[in-house]
Each structure stands twice: as C-alpha cells, then as structure tokens.
C-alpha cells in the first residue's frame, strides 16, 4: 500500500505537521489521499477522510472487481465482496454497499483484478486552529485509524496522541510479509512502547488500519493543529 496526499484549502498549516509528501492548506481542510492496492495482496486500511456519508461505494470508488474487504462488525469480521458488474458491494447475495467505512475505522482490502489505486477525497474531520475528533476505543482487540490524517509515532501528543493504559497492545500490518508484525505492548510505568524489552514507538501513516488493544475503554482524542 503506498499513500500519496493532497490536503488543501485557504490558510497555511505549519510545515512538516502532515505526511512529508503532503502539501496542506486551510481552516477547514478538504483535499484527497491516493493509495496503491497492489493486485493479491491483503493492505489494512483506514478511511483518512470524511465524505459527509462515508459509505463504502462513496469511500472506496476505485475498486476493481473481485476485490474483498474484511469489514469489522463489532465482533469480528465478514468478509464482502465486490461486483465489477452490477457495481456494489455484496455479501453473499446481500447488497452492503451502504456499510459505514467512517474516518477512525480499520478494515483490510485484497484487491482484485490487477489491482487499483483509491482516491479518498473529503475533508478532515476535525477544524483546523484546535478543532478535536473522538475515536471511542473498547477493551480489546479492534481495527481502527486516525480520525486526522497524521503521519508520525503514536506517542507524539501534538500529532497522533494515541494515549492508552499500561499493558495495552498494538498491532500492525506487514503488507509485505503479508503478516502481522510483533506486537507493541504499552509500558504505563516508562510511558513507552516496546517489542519485547525494545523501546519502539510505532509509527502510524496516513490511511494506515491497525489493531489496538486498550486494557480499559478509552477516547483517543486528536487535534488539528
């Protein structure tokens, strides 16, 4: 999965705040965010941007038939299909296409064919100048992304700010290897992350999906700056 943004609008953001490849303008930021799905390969995504309907035929518009998406269900996953012929997301028989792919939820793709590239275009759901949005994280496993399309370590409280209890678990996906990375386990005694007994803070890019596993129920609340 490769990422490419385009962020933009009226006022000046802060240089560097933002993907490096990033241009970004604006107080109220609308722009689009290109990301390659290479053909066989599962990507675990996240939706960067709001639509103002953030559906799956209106997030995911550039989708090759024979693509699948393992789409969370508050439990676990199904997995939907789509038809490059009649244009829809399906589940078994069932038309899905409305299903909410919304700014902060993770999911993975295969894409079909010979693969596609998605151009996620809204606006960034938080104002710029201090405006905040709310992921309401459960215990336990679940696929989520940023709700403000950041990329940098997730201990960086100015950007990121993904703060959760001690023990607390984070995966990622190594598109790759195809595999799951080795999982970050939160130190609440040094305020760090590790592998093991490694200090590593991962790092989370823009449209990137991954598991977070918080100890207790929590808000991860991030700003625009």
């Known amino acids: 999965m490769r990422t490419k943004i385009l962020l933009a609008s009226a006022a000046a953001l802060a240089a560097g705040v933002l993907a490096s490849n990033a241009q970004v303008y604006s107080a109220n930021v609308v722009g689009y965010v290109n990301v390659v799905y290479p053909a066989g390969q599962y990507a675990m995504s996240a939706n960067p941007l709001t639509t103002g309907n953030d559906v799956l035929t209106n997030v995911l518009t550039s989708t090759t038939g024979a693509s699948t998406i393992a789409y969370w269900t508050g439990s676990g996953f199904a997995t939907y299909q789509y038809s490059g012929v009649q244009k829809k997301w399906l589940n078994g028989a069932v038309d899905v296409s409305t299903s909410l792919v919304k700014p902060g939820f993770g999911y993975f793709i295969k894409a079909g064919g010979a693969g596609f590239t998605n151009t996620y275009?809204?606006?960034?759901?938080?104002?710029?100048?201090?405006?905040?949005?709310t992921n309401a994280l459960l215990a336990g496993y679940q696929p989520v992304g940023e709700t403000v399309p950041y990329s940098d370590v997730v201990t960086n409280a100015a950007t990121v700010n993904l703060t959760v209890g001690g023990a607390s678990l984070l995966l990622t996906w190594n598109q790759s290897g195809q595999a799951f990375d080795p999982t970050y386990q939160y130190s609440g005694v040094q305020h760090v992350w590790k592998v093991g007994s490694t200090v590593t803070n991962p790092p989370i890019n823009v449209a990137q999906g991954f598991f977070i596993s918080p100890t207790a129920a929590t808000n991860w609340v991030q700003t625009l700056q």
Do not use: M, R
Not at 121 to 133: E, W
């Open 121 to 133: 275009v809204g606006s960034v759901v938080a104002a710029t100048g201090g405006g905040t949005a």
